[in-house]
């Protein structure tokens, strides 16, 4: 029996994957939904995963992925430490079989950016209620919501940082929309861009606004053909009108302002225990236990009694250890390096560095304006999640780990096909 186009696996699959970024911030779980369905959904076709041409690009995402849940599982049963600790990486790992689904069932490239689109406006729009209605003083914060239900399962920095990354890919995807001449579809990608970093700015979480140059800078360099004089004037003005916009924006400046105060005040040793003082103060204890425990780290039952003993030699603010002895360390990188050593932080620089790599080489050899499209956008997935990771552990969180590995594979797949179809 022949299903009618509208419900074909291949339109079915896609909606369920551009279902993921509509729903990430449409409400406080939303990333849980879609990754359930599409598991679910690559199950029902494993019995076809023998059929893919398990390129080295495949096999290199699998590996790398794979490894990175092995360093923890590794890292749990040779401290003998509670087997919850691996439940969080495992998503990494569950992704896997959606990775696979995609690559049997590419998702459709338009309902694809139709859903980072919409995504990102609903971040935007989300984030403005939160702020002029709720007045909850940051985008994506729960402290009010033993009034607003609706803010229960926000998070500020996840949220915000997630927002950041919607608007981006939108960003991308209107220059794509440049390209082809679509004038309508360019104007409602870039609103969409614009609402979803907005949000993020809202969100008041200062370490997404870190790479935001960086991945400006890429866009301009891998879309450099499309720069002439009239392009580079106009976005020079939309530039300095968003720099201005958003300096007018009391909630974003005062992030800023209190971000100036809480480092200089750090550096005259007058303040260790505020946001940004906490967080220097439990880098510097990572930074100790990595070199107390390099190779394959201190483990987390172990990570707190050298968090204790730096505290108590004074290595460190004791107020801060006292508060956030059971914390992960608001860096990923340093969270990695203490507490699973080299071959943790290895298998993390791995996740990053290798889907990235794809991208980048697939870019550049894209022969359609939609294929560089897919490639940019996951760099700058990967770029961006660098940046966020520098000051937050963002896969200590249900949300970060989700969002990157779910998104990582919703764009590796086309991006593979297509370089298959291509050659």
Known sequence: MTLPRFLNREIIISLLVASFPVLCLAYGKGYNLPPILLLVAALGFCWQFNTINYTTQVK????????????????????????????????????????????????????????????????????????YDFKTGRAFSDVLKNIHPSLKGYMPIQSGNMAMTLGLISLTISINYLIQKSCWRFI??????????????????????????????????SNRQLITKKIALVSILVLVTAVFSLSQNKEITSRIDTAIHQMTEYQTGHD??????????????????????????AGYEGREVLREKWAHDGLVNAQVIKRFLTSHSHNQFLEDLSVRGVIGLTALLAIFIIPLGIFIKNHRIA?????????????????????????????????GIIFYSLITVILLAPSISMREKQS
């Open 60 to 131: 290199w995402v699998l590996g790398s992925f794979g490894i990175y849940f092995l360093t923890y599982l590794a890292s749990t049963l040779y401290y003998g430490g509670s087997f919850a600790e691996i439940d969080m990486p495992s998503r990494i790992v569950l992704v896997l079989p959606i990775f696979l689904l995609l690559l049997l069932y590419p998702p459709k490239i338009n309902i694809l950016t139709s859903g980072f689109i919409i995504g990102s406006i609903i971040a935007g729009i989300v984030a403005m209620i939160h702020i």
């Open 188 to 221: 409602f990608s870039l609103i969409a861009a614009f609402l979803g970093i907005y949000a993020s700015f809202l969100s008041g979480s200062r370490g997404g606004w870190v790479f935001l140059p960086i991945a400006i800078v890429y866009l301009a360099i």
């Open 272 to 297: 260790e225990i505020s946001s940004l003082g906490t967080r220097f103060e439990l880098w510097k204890s990572a930074i100790y236990t990595s070199e107390q425990h390099p190779i394959i780290g």
């Open 367 to 399: 022969n359609s304006p939609q294929q560089k499209m897919i490639n940019q956008c996951g760099a700058i997935s990967v770029i961006m999640m660098i940046g966020y990771c520098l000051s937050q552990a963002m896969f200590r969180h249900n949300s």
